[in-house]
């Protein structure tokens, strides 16, 4: 099993939809996990931090579930410019591995 | 404040010839990364490092890749003999004891 999957999408919806990504682990000692996201070309930048259950930042909720040992993404409201490829880090003792990334297009 | 500085920012080079790649982290941080970035195989984690010593460095895909961190403002990442399979963005990042990473611009390497 990979240390961290994700469903590499692309996830299309319009404007002002909701959407939710998942990501899995392996790791069942990680203790903090990260959603980062990156633009086309760009370099990732951290979204939100989760440190316990879950973490709500404006339009963007973050929820863990230890027990089946995943990490879930919810954008509400979606706008154009949430288009982009969404990854997940759960940190293991500082090695941060990143997942391959879920690309969320947000179209008119 | 400076964030995390790298050079070059793309490279285009041979087959065969040595790569450079270099990395200034921001100051105060603790924890440096390499990572590399392909369409097939995602955002790859190379080595890391704390406090400028390498504590893991299994992703190295090979001896042709070697990376070094000689005081806590400098990181460099080697690749000789270059392949063109090496073909990448390669990100640096750096951290706190917290995790969150602050990358570089990246690398673009192209190897002919």
């Known amino acids: 099993r990979k240390e961290v999957e994700q469903d590499p999408g692309p996830f299309n919806v319009p404007e002002g939809a909701t959407v939710a990504f998942n990501c899995t682990y392996s790791?069942?000692?990680?203790?903090?996990f990260f959603w980062y996201r990156q633009d086309c070309r760009k370099e990732p930048k951290l979204l939100m931090s989760?440190?316990?259950s879950g973490n709500e930042d404006g339009r963007f909720t973050a929820q863990l579930n230890r027990a089946s040992q995943y990490i879930s993404l919810l954008i509400r409201d979606s706008k154009l410019s949430d288009s982009a490829t969404y990854l997940c880090v759960p940190s293991g003792f500082q090695k941060l591995v990143f997942g391959t990334g879920t690309r969320l297009l947000v179209s008119p | 404040d400076a964030g995390v500085i790298q050079s070059p920012r793309h490279e285009v080079t041979e087959m065969g010839q040595e790569v450079t790649l270099r990395c200034k982290p921001i100051s105060g941080h603790n924890s440096l990364f390499w990572y590399r970035q392909t369409m097939m195989r995602g955002l790859e984690l190379l080595i890391y490092f704390n406090n400028n010593v390498p504590i893991d460095d299994s992703g190295m895909p090979e001896d042709r890749f070697s990376a070094k961190m000689p005081n806590a403002s400098f990181s460099t990442l080697k690749i000789q003999p270059s392949e063109p399979r090496d073909s990448a963005v390669y990100f640096c990042a750096s951290s706190l004891w917290t995790g969150e990473l602050f990358f570089g611009e990246g690398s673009r390497l192209t190897v002919l």
């Open positions: 989760v440190y316990s």
């Open positions: 790791n069942s000692a990680s203790q903090s």
